[in-house]
C-alpha cells in the first residue's frame, strides 16, 4: 500500500469544436494517507474522472506532479465508469489478464470470482452479463492484482439499489482481505457516507476542495439508515 | 441446435439447385454456339477427366496453390504489420500515405513484369510480385481497423500495465479480426488471379502455365476445365477453412 500527494499546478481542456476552453484545476492539492478510502463527491464536469486519470497516469497533459508515499510505482487498479471487460475473452480470462499467466493466476482470478458470486459465469463472455455482473467482475480484475491505489469511478452508477448494494457489500468486504488506498468518484452521497473514511467535495472551476470530511462511522453504524441519514443531513446538506 | 441443421440442409440444398441451374444455364448458351469456342458442360468434364487421370491436374493445381498460399501469407504479414503501423503512427500516416495510394494503383502487370526483370524468372520472383500486389489492399483495410481501436480498452490495458505482447494478442488482434476477415476473403479472390498470370508470364508449371499453353492451341475445353477446377478449390477454401474460422472467432458475440 502507499499514500499519494496530489499537486496540479494546472489542467486545462482547451475549447474544441465550439465549446469553450475549460480550467479544470488550478493549484490543487489533495494529500491522502496510506490505507484511506477517500470519496470525491461532486457535480459532473467538475474534473473527478480527470483527476482519476492524471493519477492513473492516462492523461499525461497537465502541469503538476503526482507523487506516492512508499512506492515510485505503485501497483493500481482501476475500475472504469463502464466495466471495460473484453468482450472476446471470459470472465475468467479477463480476471486473469493482468496476471502473469501460470497455474498460480488461474487459482487467484478462480478464488476472487468465488468470493464475487460469479463461479457459475467463469466461462461466459461478457456481453451474456448483466450490468452488475460485468461490474463485479471488473472488481475482481481490479483485485487479482492487489493494488496498493484502487481508483473507481462511479462503480454502482446505473444499478438498481439492491445490486448497487450488494456490490458495495462486496467492495467492502474485499477491502477488509485486501487493503488498498481508494479514491472513489461518485456523485452520491449515500455512497459516500457508506463506504469513505474521507469525503471530499469538489465544486467550480477551477475544481476547489469545499469540504473535507471525515468520516468516523464503524460497520456497524454505516448499514443504520438512520444514522448515514443523519451524516448526510448535518455534513453533505447541497451536496445531495 | 435443430434449426441451425435444418438451415444447414436448406443451405446446401440451393447451393446444389444454384450449380444445376448454372449448368442448365451453360448448356442451353453452348447448344447455339460454335463447340470449340464454347463447349458444353459434359465436354469440359471430360477434359477434367483427361486432366485428372494422368495427374496433370493435381500438380498444376497443387503449385498454384502453394503459390497462392505462399504469395497470401507473406502479403498479410508484411501488409498487416505496415497497415497497423500506420494506423497507430499518424506521423508514419501522413509520411507514408501517399505511397500506399501509388502502390494500390500500381498495374499488377507492371509489378510482375518488374519482378521478373529485377529478381529473375523464378519461383521469389513470382512469390514476391503476388505478394506486392496484394499487400496495399491488406494494409489500407488493416489501418481502418487501427484506427477504429477503442480507446477505453487501450487504456485499460496500459493501467493493468499489459506490456506489448499481450495487449497486442489480447486487445488490438481480435479487435482486427473483422479486418483481417475481410482482407483473407478480398485476398484469396485477388491472389489466385494474379498468381495465374505470374504463371503465364514467368513460370513452366502451375494452371496459369497450363491455360497459357491450352491458348496457344485454343483448347477451350482445357482452359474451363482448369479454370473450374481451381475455382473449385477456392470455394472449398472458403466453406471448409474460412467460414468455420470466422464462427469461431465470432462465438463470443451475443
Known sequence: ?240 | MKSYVVGRRAQLAWSALSIIAFLAVWQGVAAFADPRLLPGPARVGAALVDAASDGALFVNVGITLARVLASFVLAMVVGAAIGIALGRIPLLDRMFDSWLILFLNLPALVVIVLCYIWLGLNEAAAVTAVAVNKVPNVAVTLREGARALDRDLLEMAAVYRLGRGRTLRHVILPQLAPYFMGSLRSGLALVWKIVLVVELLGRSSGVGFVIGSAFQVFDVPTILAYALAFAGVVQAIELLLLQPWERRLNRWRR
Open chain 1, 1 to 240: 500500500m502507499t499514500g499519494l500527494k496530489i499537486d496540479i499546478l494546472r489542467k486545462r481542456y482547451p475549447a474544441a469544436d465550439g465549446s469553450p476552453a475549460r480550467r479544470i484545476f488550478e493549484e490543487f492539492h489533495l494529500d491522502v494517507e496510506t490505507g484511506t478510502f477517500v470519496c470525491l463527491l461532486g457535480p459532473s464536469g467538475v474534473g473527478k474522472t480527470t483527476l482519476l486519470n492524471i493519477v492513473a497516469g492516462l492523461d499525461p497533459d497537465y502541469s503538476g506532479q503526482v507523487v506516492f508515499s512508499r512506492r515510485s510505482r505503485p501497483c493500481l487498479a482501476y475500475v472504469f465508469q463502464t466495466p471495460r471487460l473484453l468482450p472476446w475473452r471470459t470472465v475468467l480470462e479477463n480476471v486473469m489478464l493482468p496476471l502473469p499467466p501460470g497455474d498460480k493466476a488461474r487459482n487467484s482470478a478462480l478464488s476472487l470470482l468465488d468470493e464475487m458470486g460469479l463461479s457459475d459465469a467463469l466461462n461466459v463472455y461478457p456481453d451474456r452479463l448483466s450490468l452488475g455482473m460485468q461490474r463485479r467482475v471488473a472488481l475482481a480484475r481490479a483485485f487479482a492484482i492487489r493494488p496498493d491505489i484502487l481508483l473507481m469511478d462511479e462503480p454502482l452508477v446505473s444499478l438498481d439499489e439492491a445490486t448497487a448494494d450488494r456490490l458495495r457489500d462486496h467492495l467492502a468486504a474485499m477491502l477488509e482481505i485486501r487493503p488498498a488506498t481508494v479514491l472513489f468518484v461518485t456523485h452520491d452521497s449515500l455512497d459516500a457516507v457508506r463506504l469513505a473514511d474521507r469525503i471530499i467535495v469538489l465544486s467550480g472551476s477551477p475544481a476547489e476542495i469545499v469540504k473535507d470530511i471525515r468520516v468516523g462511522l464503524s460497520r456497524g453504524e454505516r448499514r443504520d439508515k438512520a444514522v448515514v441519514e443523519a451524516f448526510r443531513r448535518d455534513n453533505l446538506a447541497g451536496d445531495r
